[in-house]
């Protein structure tokens, strides 16, 4: 029996080495998770965040006063962006974007005033940038302005300072405190605007197409959070032009 016992023992020895390295293998393998096919690292299962919810990390944060340190302006807590609208600046994407669905959350914690999400950034970092905003003015959530030269088709100014278009509908803005959402789906030279779930605007044969992703700091406090980028859905994919194909009408 003791004999017995003493086998089983220098078999234990053995065999333990052997276990634990198949665990510790098992653990460092990454879980598979199918179905879930990725197009330029994203899909609609698994984002591209833009946001990490802790740090700027990917982002520059751009206040035109040199006196004024960027981080007295933006923080990051908790998943939220906290911005504290003065003075004027950005913060914006390091890297450039196009084709894509963008969609963030911003809510007004004190009062509403302004701000914007600016598209298709270029050029240098000044107040304010090439870009083609997307509003967030309280009540004007969805209006469209072409910033420093930008333009398309539905842009029809009254007057040569008339950068605006107004959003289709009236306001659907939610009430001071709460959470708004928006998706702005950009593909090729179109841009839609939804607020709430509602589409607000429309943009078509834009002069830009690519760029970086920025949001203003201009005025009051405002909060940004859930900034992720996605695929274009297929049912708003613009169709890219054959080579040699002519425009209708030419």
């Known amino acids: 029996m003791r004999r017995m016992f003493v086998l089983m023992m220098a078999c234990a020895f053995v065999l333990a080495p052997a276990v634990s390295m198949a665990q510790e293998n098992a653990a460092a393998e990454p879980a598979k998770e199918e179905g879930k096919e990725k197009t330029d690292g994203t899909s609609e299962?698994?984002?591209?965040?833009?946001?990490?919810?802790?740090?700027?990390?990917?982002?520059?944060?751009?206040?035109?006063?040199?006196?004024?340190?960027?981080?007295?302006?933006?923080?990051?807590?908790?998943?939220?962006?906290?911005?504290?609208?003065?003075?004027?600046?950005?913060?914006?994407?390091?890297?450039?974007?196009?084709?894509?669905?963008?969609?963030?959350?911003?809510r007004w914690p004190e009062k509403a005033v302004n701000s914007g999400c600016l598209l298709h950034i270029s050029g240098e970092d000044k107040v304010w940038p090439k870009s083609i905003e997307s509003q967030l003015y309280s009540g004007d959530a969805g209006d469209f302005w072409v910033i420093d030269g930008t333009d398309f088709k539905e842009h029809k100014p009254s007057s040569p300072d008339d950068r605006r278009v107004p959003k289709m509908n009236d306001s659907n803005e939610k009430p001071l405190g709460e959470w708004n959402k928006k998706e702005v789906i950009c593909s090729e030279n179109s841009i839609k605007v939804y607020v709430n779930g509602l589409l607000q605007n429309a943009a078509t044969e834009t002069t830009v197409k690519e760029g970086r992703i920025g949001f203003q700091s201009e005025g009051a406090p405002i909060e940004f959070r859930n900034i992720m980028l996605w695929p274009v859905p297929e049912e708003h994919q613009e169709k890219k032009p054959e080579e040699g194909e002519k425009k209708e009408g030419n």
């Open 45 to 106: 299962a698994t984002p591209y965040v833009l946001f990490n919810g802790k740090d700027f990390d990917g982002w520059k944060l751009f206040i035109p006063d040199e006196n004024v340190d960027p981080a007295t302006v933006w923080t990051a807590k908790d998943g939220v962006v906290h911005c504290t609208g003065e003075p004027a600046g950005y913060m914006r994407t390091k890297k450039k974007f196009s084709n894509y669905k963008l969609t963030f959350e911003w």
